[in-house]
């Protein structure tokens, strides 16, 4: 038997182990993970010939095959589930908020689209001050001065317009059919909604939508209808996305966040003004395929292409996926490739981003040659890819609650989508059925670093906050291999990076490599998945100097990888997602 083989093996075992163990140990915290109660982490891996719909909701997954079904293209078929996972998955994704979308058309190569949130012209660099202090991440969170200019869909109408086969409006029939007739509370929102349950209660629209008569979530199984959101939909169908962004809908939310007990300032000059942007996709030679990926102001891809490029220089590939040695090397390059994230990324067009030089071969090999294989280096400072310029770290803070979906169509399109309000239920001021997102908390809420530095990532007017997802396409030869990317805050760069470890370099399936419990670092402690079977690692991790935390890593990596005999999915058993193909 060959050792990739053995190694496909005994991940797989563990794997099923590991399942055993969740249920044995009772579910994660509900307030990080809350689908931990109702999930394992034992998923069959989903194979089809021509195409694949893989999304964070059944519902979704459901609506975008069947645009697929109708002659649709991968760009229709990621547009009618995402405006179905704003309705399902109100907490995590919708068109009060932003995103980011890679998509590669056969003929004509990658493009990216940038739908990432603004800054209101009206702001200030402090932005978050209140009574001549710093605001509290949760004070900052809940607020009106956290909701930037909704991007999503601008970005929605850009992508259709230049990969879409189905009309417009057609694309919204889903959605528009679900929020009148309601859909089902699943057990994770039902839990998300409990463990927001006080600030969700503190907001009318909110509480009015979200909780019961008592102020109570809404139980498992109840039909949840919202023909607030249908009617948005049925006038962003047949206008446009005008009628959102110049609109009597507007006038709505500009007195929405202006109302707020901390007011915000999004205009409707801003809401007007708003574009989304093509971005040349990011892409980086890696043996012998292609990592790409979004740009600035996305951090995501540039630190799991630094990550991938610093783990070529260490043993990795021969090491056991679970063994204490590759949780070292991977959390340390994860030290590395933060430290130089927080110092050099954000909005490439308020900040000269070093990108290509933090890509560099001979960059990141210096940078792999400062990993110890019997020493962590505990806290990595960021590295000088330029001779002359400063960095100014930060220590923005980025919550769990995003979504991601991949498409493949039978013509060979693919879409890899990241969209995201921020934390859970974003700023929870919601309007006309659909939230507002918090995204600009995605900015160091002082805009000095301890140095008194500027940071690279303060707020700026029309800037747009760096972000951690990372939507991506590997290439081998022209052709996509595979689609990913997951939610999960700046977790989201360690989730996508071990993913592709798992496949790329131990040459595990979709579904086991998004099955592998998580670890990592993000330039503070060594992370490990709670209840699974890397915790069993702890103590030699400690003995390598390793400071280790275990905790809940709600992850929701959704995959399509290209095999000799079609497609297969590789569907985050950690979430309600699904996978369908034809």
Request: proline share 7%; hydrophobic share 45%.
């Amino acid at each position: 038997m060959n050792h990739a083989l053995m190694r496909r093996l005994t991940v797989l075992a563990l794997t099923l182990a590991l399942a055993g163990q969740a249920c044995a140990r009772g579910p994660a915290a509900p307030d990080l993970n809350p689908e931990a109660a109702t999930a394992s982490l034992q998923r069959d891996k989903v194979s089809s010939s021509k195409s694949m719909v893989v999304t964070a909701h059944p519902l979704a997954t459901r609506a975008g095959l069947r645009m697929l079904d109708q002659g649709g293209s991968a760009v229709d078929a990621a547009i009618a589930s995402q405006l179905v996972l704003g309705l399902v998955e109100p907490q995590s994704s919708g068109i009060g908020g932003g995103g980011f979308m890679l998509l590669f058309q056969p003929g004509k190569g990658l493009l990216s689209y940038d739908g990432r949130e603004t800054v209101p012209a009206a702001s200030t660099l402090n932005r978050f001050e209140l009574n001549g202090k710093t605001m509290s991440f949760k004070q900052a969170v809940n607020s009106g001065r956290s909701v930037g200019v909704p991007g999503l869909l601008r970005a929605l109408e850009l992508m259709h317009r230049d990969g879409g086969a189905l009309p417009w409006a057609t694309l919204f029939v889903p959605a528009i059919e679900l929020a009148e007739q309601g859909f089902a509370v699943t057990p994770r929102l039902h839990a998300l909604i409990a463990d927001n349950r006080a600030e969700l209660a503190d907001k009318p629209a909110a509480r009015a939508y979200f909780l019961d008569a008592q102020g109570q979530p809404w139980p498992v199984g109840h039909r949840l209808r919202n023909p607030d959101y249908a009617q948005v939909l049925k006038r962003v169908a047949q206008q446009g996305a005008d009628a959102f962004y110049d609109s009597e809908l507007a006038d709505d939310m500009v007195a929405a966040v202006a109302a707020d007990p901390v007011p915000g300032d999004v205009s409707k000059a801003d809401l007007r003004a708003y574009r989304a942007l093509r971005r040349d996709p990011l892409c980086m030679d890696w043996q012998r395929w292609a990592l790409c990926g979004m740009a600035p102001p996305s951090s995501g891809p540039l630190t799991v292409m630094q990550m991938l490029g610093m783990l070529q220089h260490t043993p990795m590939a021969s090491l056991e996926p679970l063994s204490a040695q590759a949780i070292h090397y991977f959390a340390e390059v994860g030290r590395l490739a933060f430290a130089d994230r927080d110092a050099w990324v954000a909005d490439p067009a308020f900040v000269a981003v070093p990108q290509q030089a933090l890509l560099a071969p001979d960059y990141l090999r210096a940078r792999a040659a400062l990993i110890r294989p019997d020493r962590s280096l505990g806290h990595a400072l960021p590295g000088q890819p330029l001779d002359d310029a400063v960095p100014a770290a930060d220590s923005t803070l980025e919550l769990p609650s995003t979504t991601h979906l991949s498409v493949v169509d039978a013509t060979g399109q693919v879409v890899s989508m990241t969209t995201s309000v921020e934390s859970a239920f974003g700023s929870k001021i919601m309007v006309q059925g659909f939230l507002l997102n918090n995204q600009l908390t995605d900015f160091a809420l002082s805009p000095r670093d301890e140095a008194g530095r500027l940071s690279v990532n303060r707020v700026q007017p029309g800037k747009r906050p760096r972000s951690s997802m990372a939507p991506m396409i590997v290439m081998e030869q022209g052709k996509p291999v595979i689609a990913l990317g997951s939610p999960g805050g700046s977790a989201i760069i360690l989730y996508v990076a071990q993913a592709l470890t798992g496949m790329l370099m131990w040459d595990l399936d979709a579904q086991q490599a998004v099955s592998l419990p998580h670890y990592g670092s993000r330039n503070w402690a060594t992370e490990l998945e709670a209840n699974t079977a890397v915790t069993e690692q702890a103590q030699a991790l400690r003995a390598l100097g390793h400071e280790v935390r275990e905790q809940p890593f709600p992850s929701g990596t959704h995959v399509i990888r290209w095999t000799a005999q079609g497609l297969e999915a590789g569907v985050d058993p950690r979430r309600e997602g699904l996978a369908l193909g034809r």
